[in-house]
């Protein structure tokens, strides 16, 4: 069990969020889903 310590209240803006690449699960895919890796631009 991680024990650390992590801040609270942190806000994430609707443009953070919406930039989050969420993929359904092929098991379940309206339960489990995937965050995938961000791309990173060149």
């Known amino acids: 069990l991680d024990e650390g310590k992590y801040p609270?209240?942190?806000q994430v803006?609707?443009?953070q969020f919406n930039s989050i690449l969420?993929?359904?699960?092929t098991f379940h895919g309206e339960?489990?889903?995937?965050?995938?890796p961000m791309?990173?631009?060149q």
Do not use: A
């Open 13 to 15: 803006s609707k443009e």
């Open 22 to 25: 969420i993929e359904p699960d």
């Open 39 to 41: 791309q990173q631009s």
């Open 31 to 36: 339960w489990n889903y995937q965050i995938l």
């Open 8 to 10: 609270t209240g942190i």
